[in-house]
């Protein structure tokens, strides 16, 4: 069993920054690559930015340029600095594991980021 542990949301205004924190514990070594999804009220959930075992990272298009996920192996952590955030970014963010099969298991509580205009 993989746990993961998110902190970091809160209220910012629009053009701030937050940083948001996934931690791991348990079965690390099951983990094929960590994502950051997000979901809006009325929306449908989508994937952010993800980080593969071997780093490589991928960002959707609303948010590159504005968005920096990096990993600290040694603390078993993902980051996700947000920066310019902007009201459309209100959503709640779930960090969340890949299992190398395909299939994505093991997800955070969510933490709510809300960007104020």
């Known amino acids: 069993q993989v746990q993961l542990v998110e902190s970091g949301g809160g209220l910012v205004q629009a053009g701030g920054s937050l940083r948001l924190s996934c931690a791991a514990s348990g079965s690390i070594f099951s983990i094929n690559s960590i994502g950051w999804y997000r979901q809006a009220p009325g929306m449908q959930r989508e994937l952010v930015a993800s980080?593969?075992?071997?780093?490589?990272?991928h960002y959707i298009d609303s948010v590159k340029g504005r968005f920096t996920l990096s990993r600290d192996n040694a603390k078993n952590t993902v980051y996700l600095q947000m920066n310019s955030l902007k009201p459309e970014d209100t959503a709640i963010y779930h960090c969340?594991?890949?299992?190398?099969?395909?299939?994505?298991?093991?997800w955070g509580q969510g933490t709510q980021v809300t960007v104020s205009s």
């Open positions: 980080i593969t075992n071997d780093g490589n990272i």
């Open positions: 969340a594991a890949e299992d190398g099969l395909g299939y994505i298991p093991w």
